[in-house]
């Protein structure tokens, strides 16, 4: 029996509609069930992944507490702040599991841009990276009592400033090992062996970053 080339074009379409609702369904009801703890060691040193916001999940959380890392961090600069975008569901249900979360922003998104993101979403820090970090961090010290840590990130041409935490970006190919507060490895091409040889050289506490990072 042959079949028509619009009636086997329409089935196809058909077949993608009820995928693509499938998956939809599926993503929704992954969202929406009550989050398991996720089960770090309390003594480890502070190890974090820094991630695009489209790539926060429960599920990748539980990914790198395997690999031995105890909190994330989300680049949030671009991200939409609404109540009822997507990622605004999995951070709630990363954190509903005792999975700390961080915001990661770049200093040229601005002042008021970050404003809004402290006001917003509920975060366990703040990381703020780019030029003039230190003094932005230090203007939004007002809003510390109610709100998150904010934590400058520095380039590693800054000066290192004195009295306050901060951390520093350094390409994890070439990382040589330091006694900065929080070193920040730029790791977005690196392969997994490299990457275990960077964090093996921090040491202590450490954020990778899974995202370009300029």
């Known amino acids: ?6 009636r086997l074009q329409g089935e196809i379409r058909s077949a993608r509609l009820v995928t693509l609702l ?3 369904f599926l993503t929704v009801i992954g969202v929406s069930l009550p989050a398991t703890a996720i089960r770090t060691d309390a003594t480890a040193a502070r190890s974090g992944a820094l ?3 489209g790539s926060l ?6 990914v790198r507490a395997n690999d031995g890392y105890n909190f994330l961090a989300v680049d949030l600069g671009g991200s939409d702040l609404g109540p009822d975008a997507l990622w605004r569901k999995h951070l709630a249900q990363v954190r509903g599991a005792h999975f700390p979360v961080w915001g990661w922003v770049r200093t040229d998104i601005g002042a008021v841009r970050l404003r809004e993101i402290l006001r917003a979403v509920p975060l366990d820090g703040l990381y703020v990276y780019g030029p003039n970090a230190v003094r932005l961090a230090q203007d939004l010290r007002p809003l510390k009592e109610r709100g998150p840590a ?6 590693e041409r800054d000066p290192w400033p004195e009295g306050t935490a901060f951390g520093v970006v350094f390409d994890a190919a070439r990382f040589p090992g330091s006694d900065v507060p929080l070193p920040v490895l730029a790791a977005a091409k690196l392969e997994y062996r490299a ?3 960077a964090r093996a050289k921090a040491g202590g506490d450490s954020l990778i970053a899974f995202i370009p990072l300029d």
């Open 1 to 6: 029996m042959l079949v028509s080339r619009d």
């Open 22 to 24: 499938a998956l939809v």
């Open 51 to 53: 991630i695009g916001v």
């Open 57 to 62: 999940s429960y599920s990748l959380a539980q």
């Open 150 to 155: 904010i934590v400058p990130v520095l380039s």
């Open 195 to 197: 990457l275990q040889a």
